[in-house]
């Protein structure tokens, strides 16, 4: 028996609201008003993503509305007086864009949205094709694993396999994510490591490690 990984594909949201390049402002704007969302990929053919557009893209329109920029402002900021100026999908999105693969780990699409600053990345397959929309929301959807999941998840992943010897003597109590660990174990040296690796299974919130040594086994 292997214990449940969490990937992407567990937690992104299948039903996925998209636009054709083609699609105009207002429908845009009009999309993400009624499905109350920030952000649209932009999909062709059988849906494969080739942009997203946001608020961001959008609220550009209205902060050139009342005034021209100057040569020098389009030259420092080509981009997004040239979305201000667009009226089309094709021409506000962002492209390519920040994907993710439904296998990918749900730290991996964390660090993916923190480091290319966005708050939602669709999901697709080998062939670009979307498959769903994985949001930050969605990411916390693991730290509402029952605590008892989340326990046999440590015992079986982690103590288990460190603490051959050793295992049954060592208790595995969560409470509210938080992973206690308690007991007597035969190598101290690998009390850090169980630590740790208590830490990366999906859904805990924090751990207590009170493992002690015990050199007589």
């Known amino acids: 028996m292997t214990s449940q990984v969490f990937t992407v594909g567990y937690v992104m949201t299948r039903k996925v609201v998209a636009v054709r390049p083609g699609a105009e402002f207002k429908e845009i704007a009009a999309t993400m008003a009624r499905w109350k969302v920030t952000a649209l990929p932009v999909i062709e053919g059988e849906g494969r993503v080739v942009g997203v557009v946001s608020e ?109 010897l050793s295992h049954a003597r060592i208790g595995v109590r969560v409470e509210a994510g938080v992973v206690t660990l308690s007991g007597a174990v035969t190598d101290a040296a690998l009390v850090p490591l169980a630590e740790r690796l208590a830490r990366a299974v999906d859904g805990v919130v924090d751990v207590r490690c009170r493992l002690t040594s015990d050199a007589q086994g």
């Open 56 to 164: 961001a893209d959008l609220i550009l329109k209205e902060e050139f509305h009342d005034h021209r920029p100057g040569l020098v402002e389009q030259v420092r900021r080509r981009e997004a007086t040239a979305k201000a100026g667009a009226d089309r999908a094709a021409d506000l999105m962002t492209s390519p864009a920040v994907t993710v693969g439904p296998d990918a780990t749900l730290p991996q699409a964390a660090r993916l949205m923190a480091t290319r600053h966005v708050k939602r990345l669709p999901v697709v397959d080998e062939h670009g094709t979307i498959q769903g929309i994985v949001s930050r929301s969605d990411l916390l959807k693991v730290f509402l694993r029952p605590d008892a999941e989340i326990a046999d998840a440590v015992r079986h992943d982690v103590v288990t396999p460190l603490f051959p």
